[in-house]
């Protein structure tokens, strides 16, 4: 029956970033979806681990930065060596700086490049040798942003990196389709979460923004669910390097 596509029972996800925000309610539905949780954070997610022991399932903790690369291989290594396998990767971890382009510095510039596409990358090239290894392919969700499609303006780097990761989603896809790894990304809007704290205390900023939005509200971390669950599930399995926007109706617009 169809709704059994979209189960993920038996499954492993390994999901960045998820103490807080997107992140957390992404790992969090994937466990109610039937997945173990690998949770790779730099601060300690016991929110989730909670949320994610409430459905039962298996919750893997590892601290690490994800600023740097060194580490990204012990990482998956420990992964798979405690829960067996992984089937999902969810490249959720990222951050932004706001400044004027002219002012923007090379800390800037590095930090969200670092984590927002580099990691990304570098983890998402760890998880595909292992889908192959495994031989039973993988889907990896790579989190993208209306800045993947548009300018923005102040936040060079963010922009920087989220074009590339919408770019690098149809890249990895045109390779990996062959192993049977879908690689696809979710666009997020405006969500409610640290990320937009600044803006949304703009109050100015924040009215334009909802004005423009023709859901009429600003997005949740729970809007993410579902569209996390198709793309993990084998429901999506014929759909290779799309980025998946989920903003309300902001890019109709
Ligand atoms: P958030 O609450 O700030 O969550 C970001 C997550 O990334 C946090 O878990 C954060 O950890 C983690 N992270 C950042 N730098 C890290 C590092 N060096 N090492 C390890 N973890 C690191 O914001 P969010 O909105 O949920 O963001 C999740 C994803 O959605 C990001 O990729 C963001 O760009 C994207 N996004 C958000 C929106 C939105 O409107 N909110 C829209 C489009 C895209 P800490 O808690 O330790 O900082």
């Known amino acids: 029956m169809i709704l059994d596509d979209f189960s993920l029972q038996e499954k492993v996800a390994v999901v960045t970033g998820c103490n807080t925000g997107l992140g957390k309610s992404m790992a969090v539905a994937l466990a109610q979806a039937g997945c173990d949780i690998v949770a790779i954070n730099r601060r300690d997610p016991a929110d989730t681990a909670a949320e994610v022991g409430a459905t039962g399932r298996r919750f893997l903790s590892l601290q690490a930065d994800l600023g740097r690369q060194d580490r990204l291989s012990s990482l998956l290594e420990r992964a798979v060596e405690e829960m067996g396998h992984i089937d999902i990767l969810v490249n959720n971890a990222g951050l932004i700086r706001r400044e004027d382009a002219l002012n923007f510095s090379e800390q800037d510039w590095d930090d969200v490049m670092n984590v927002n596409i580099k990691t990304l990358f570098f983890l998402s090239q760890l998880a595909a040798r292992q889908f192959i290894k495994q031989g039973s392919g993988g889907k990896i969700i790579n989190i993208a942003s209306m800045l993947s499609f548009q300018g923005g303006v102040r936040v060079p780097s963010y922009t920087a990196s989220k074009s590339a990761v919408m770019g690098l989603t149809r890249q990895l896809a045109n390779e990996w389709a062959k192993y049977g790894i879908n690689v696809n990304a979710l666009a997020p809007g405006y969500m409610v979460t640290n990320n937009t704290e600044q803006l949304r205390s703009d109050e100015e900023r924040s009215a334009e923004i909802l004005a423009r939005i023709p859901a009429g509200r600003w997005g949740t971390p729970q809007d993410l669910m579902g569209p996390v669950i198709f793309l993990a599930s084998k429901a ?18």
């Open 236 to 253: 999506a399995d014929y759909i290779n390097g799309y980025t998946l926007a989920v903003d309300g109706g902001w890019l109709a617009r």
